[in-house]
């Protein structure tokens, strides 16, 4: 009989159960929400990116369907043939509005913008300066480019500068960090970043994941944020996090965009959206710039369960944005944490090594805009209860 030559799969995986670390995918049968079934039971979702409750708003819907209705429901084509649909190029001249920049460029998912831009615009003869805690599709990026990676310590500008300091004068140099890191919630030093880029002639780039629709004037991000504007040569952002569908995008220079067109590979070997995503992107930058209200209470809602788990004694790390970690070290004792939560009908995951450190593992939370105050109170009680029951406040 042949022996599964996979077999050390499941043994890793024992392995993994043996640590407490071994998770299976909870289940939503309903819609993301602030509160979904999940697993088959009704909790406060604590654990989305939804920051502005975008994912199930009646106007996205209603674009979505239209566009359904109108151009179907695929693309057929990768976007150098024949997949790109009008609605495509309106998205990017839209974002690039947003984004005060010359032009814009959509890939399929924040992952493969970010993947498929530092892979594209680098080569082997090149070097990364990269923050330790940057997002995996930059270092998959960086990887992908095999251009030499120089990492400095987290947020730390001057180990930075040591670093680019003593680079040869010749090699191309990108300077890239996350605008908001996400599993921390706090944020790249973007002003000293840029005067360093400036200074050493580096290429300076910033994933905005999760800082789109969050962060700056109606959303615009963290270059807005900390006023930076024409100090970034290469902003990240996604559609798939507070703008509630699926994508990411770049925004930059016409030439900057250009290239990626004609270079970055996820835009060139893999179909584009269909329409109805970009369908309800469009919708989504709109409602930014009609509603800003909304992300005021998502920070209102920030605020409000910030402050409650740290009366309640809770470590929250260093967060600045509404994505608040609850570290606990340990890692089977952060899954330990999101298990009972659960229990206690809260739904915040765990997160452990590889994702984060292995003595910092933790509960990682979200709100949203949409969480009523009730839901989180319910939410601030389950973790104080829990929190004593395992000693950690
Ligand atoms: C910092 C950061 N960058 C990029 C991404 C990828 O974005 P997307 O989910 O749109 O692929 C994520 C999402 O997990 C992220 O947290």
Same mark, same amino acid.
């Given at each position: 009989?042949?022996?599964?030559?996979?077999?050390? /799969?499941?043994?890793?995986?024992?392995?993994?159960?043996?640590?407490?670390?071994? #998770?299976?995918?909870?289940?939503?049968?309903?819609?993301?929400?602030?509160?979904?079934?999940?697993?088959?039971?009704?909790?406060?979702?604590?654990?989305?990116?939804?920051?502005?409750?975008?994912?199930?708003?009646?106007?996205?819907?209603?674009?979505?369907?239209?566009?359904?209705?109108?151009?179907?429901?695929?693309?057929?084509?990768?976007?150098?043939?024949?997949?790109?649909?009008?609605?495509?190029?309106?998205?990017?001249?839209?974002?690039?509005?947003?984004? %005060?920049?010359?032009?814009?460029?959509? +890939?399929?998912?924040?992952?493969?913008?970010?993947?498929?831009?530092?892979?594209?615009?680098?080569?082997?003869?090149?070097?990364?300066?990269?923050?330790?805690?940057?997002?995996?599709?930059?270092?998959?990026?960086?990887?992908?480019?095999?251009?030499?990676?120089?990492? +400095?310590?987290?947020?730390?500008?001057?180990?930075?500068?040591?670093?680019? #300091?003593?680079?040869?004068?010749?090699?191309?140099?990108?300077?890239?960090?996350?605008?908001?890191?996400? *599993?921390?919630?706090? /944020?790249?030093?973007?002003?000293?970043?840029?005067?360093?880029?400036?200074?050493?002639?580096?290429? *300076?780039?910033?994933?905005?994941?999760?800082?789109?629709?969050?962060?700056?004037?109606?959303?615009?991000?963290?270059?807005?944020?900390?006023?930076?504007?024409?100090?970034?040569?290469?902003?990240?952002?996604?559609?798939?996090?507070?703008?509630?569908?699926?994508?990411?995008?770049?925004?930059?220079?016409?030439?900057?965009?250009?290239?990626?067109?004609?270079?970055?590979?996820?835009?060139?070997?893999?179909?584009?959206?269909?329409?109805?995503?970009?369908?309800?992107?469009?919708?989504?930058?709109?409602?930014?710039?009609?509603?800003?209200?909304?992300?005021?209470?998502?920070?209102?809602?920030?605020?409000? +369960?910030?402050?409650?788990?740290?009366?309640?004694?809770?470590?929250?790390?260093?967060?600045?944005?509404?994505?608040?970690?609850?570290?606990?070290?340990?890692?089977?004792?952060?899954? %330990?944490?999101?298990?009972?939560?659960?229990?206690?009908?809260?739904?915040? %995951?765990?997160?452990? +090594?590889?994702?984060?450190?292995?003595?910092?593992?933790?509960?990682?939370?979200?709100?949203? =805009?949409?969480?009523?105050?009730?839901?989180?109170?319910?939410? /601030?009680? =389950?973790?104080?209860?829990?929190?004593?029951?395992?000693? /950690?406040?």
């Amino acid at each position: 009989m042949r022996t599964d030559p996979l077999a050390y /799969l499941a043994a890793e995986l024992d392995s993994l159960g043996a640590q407490g670390l071994r #998770r299976s995918l909870r289940e939503l049968t309903g819609e993301q929400a602030h509160r979904s079934v999940v697993d088959g039971r009704s909790v406060v979702n604590l654990s989305s990116n939804n920051y502005l409750g975008l994912t199930n708003h009646p106007s996205l819907k209603a674009r979505a369907i239209d566009a359904i209705e109108r151009l179907g429901v695929g693309s057929g084509s990768v976007r150098t043939i024949a997949g790109t649909m009008a609605i495509h190029t309106e998205l990017e001249r839209r974002l690039a509005d947003f984004k %005060q920049v010359e032009a814009v460029v959509v +890939f399929q998912s924040g992952f493969t913008a970010n993947a498929g831009t530092v892979s594209s615009i680098l080569t082997k003869e090149d070097i990364v300066i990269s923050d330790e805690l940057n997002h995996a599709s930059i270092i998959d990026g960086c990887r992908l480019s095999r251009a030499t990676i120089k990492v +400095f310590p987290h947020k730390d500008v001057d180990a930075a500068r040591a670093i680019v #300091r003593d680079l040869p004068a010749g090699p191309r140099k990108l300077l890239i960090t996350d605008g908001v890191f996400s *599993m921390d919630g706090d /944020l790249g030093p973007l002003p000293a970043l840029c005067a360093l880029a400036e200074e050493y002639g580096c290429i *300076m780039m910033v994933d905005d994941a999760h800082a789109s629709g969050v962060f700056g004037r109606n959303g615009r991000g963290t270059v807005d944020h900390f006023g930076v504007h024409g100090r970034v040569d290469v902003q990240v952002g996604t559609l798939s996090k507070a703008v509630g569908a699926l994508g990411g995008y770049v925004a930059g220079s016409r030439a900057l965009i250009d290239f990626l067109h004609h270079r970055a590979r996820p835009f060139l070997f893999s179909t584009s959206h269909p329409p109805a995503v970009a369908a309800a992107c469009l919708a989504a930058i709109e409602l930014l710039l009609a509603e800003p209200q909304l992300i005021e209470r998502l920070w209102d809602n920030t605020r409000f +369960f910030q402050a409650g788990l740290k009366t309640l004694g809770f470590d929250t790390g260093l967060s600045e944005s509404p994505i608040t970690p609850v570290i606990v070290g340990d890692g089977a004792k952060a899954m %330990q944490l999101s298990d009972r939560l659960f229990a206690e009908g809260v739904f915040a %995951q765990g997160i452990a +090594f590889p994702t984060v450190a292995r003595d910092r593992a933790r509960v990682r939370t979200i709100v949203t =805009a949409t969480h009523t105050r009730d839901e989180l109170q319910f939410a /601030l009680d =389950a973790f104080g209860k829990v929190g004593r029951e395992l000693g /950690l406040v």
